[in-house]
């Protein structure tokens, strides 16, 4: 069965640096996201993409994030001066058009520490 | 924008006995409805799913009702075993975006 990958599993980082999450959705899918979750929070929406481009995107996703499709296979989330408060697991996720129209898959996650 | 709540935070039941998680939600644009299954440390896997046009549907020990002029919706685990030990969440997609928006979740135990 196909599966989203993500890379890290696990990214520890130092306050203020730039990290990148990377995210190979299902092949043939065309919606993509980033949802996060805090320890013990609930998943929280960060960001879709649909077509090239943002198609919405929550509060908690400012000028410091980022996201980017540079090929036809990656898609990555940049946090370009990470906080504490960004420590989290980054899930992403992505969907199709056909068959299962609003089933959103998700990755494993990447643990994301900011120390 | 659509706010979720779910009920119970924690759940303990014996081996066997019957689950029951419910949530509501306040956006009746609101048209599709799953559920995901998460493990320590693993990724939030869907379980079942149910849209708008349908009041019940069930898969083996699973099942969901949803009740659209109430705006509630609740899973249901009959005969639960241990491996049904989990965090379960609701989630709701509103009609016109595609964005899934959480339940806070509920801890299952289940004891043998």
């Known amino acids: 069965e196909p599966e989203v990958t993500q890379t890290p599993s696990h990214q520890v980082t130092q306050m203020g640096q730039e990290v990148i999450l990377r995210c190979v959705p299902i092949?043939?899918?065309?919606?993509f996201y980033w949802y996060r979750q805090i320890l013990g929070q609930k998943v929280e929406f960060l960001v879709s993409f649909y077509n090239n481009e943002i198609s919405e995107k929550s509060e908690i996703f400012d000028d410091q994030f980022s996201v980017e499709r540079p090929d036809g296979s990656n898609f990555t989330l940049k946090i370009r001066s990470t906080k504490l408060e960004d420590s989290a697991m980054y899930f992403c996720a992505s969907k199709g058009l056909v068959a299962s129209p609003n089933i959103q898959y998700f990755g494993a996650g990447t643990r994301l520490s900011v120390l | 924008g659509e706010n979720v709540e779910q009920h119970p935070s924690t759940l303990s039941v014996q081996e066997g006995d019957s689950a029951v998680i419910k949530c509501t939600y306040s956006d009746s644009a609101s048209n599709y409805f799953p559920w995901y299954k998460q493990e320590l440390g693993k990724r939030p896997q869907l379980i079942i799913d149910?849209?708008?046009?349908?009041g019940e549907k069930k898969d083996q020990r699973i099942a969901v009702t949803l009740n659209k002029t109430a705006k509630h919706f609740s899973l249901h685990i009959t005969e639960t075993q241990p491996e049904d030990s989990a965090v379960y969440f609701c989630?709701?997609?509103?009609?016109?975006?595609?964005?899934?928006?959480f339940g806070a979740g509920t801890i299952l135990r289940v004891k043998s």
């Open positions: 149910i849209r708008s046009n349908v």
């Open positions: 989630a709701v997609i509103v009609e016109y975006g595609n964005k899934l928006v």
């Open positions: 092949s043939n899918h065309l919606y």
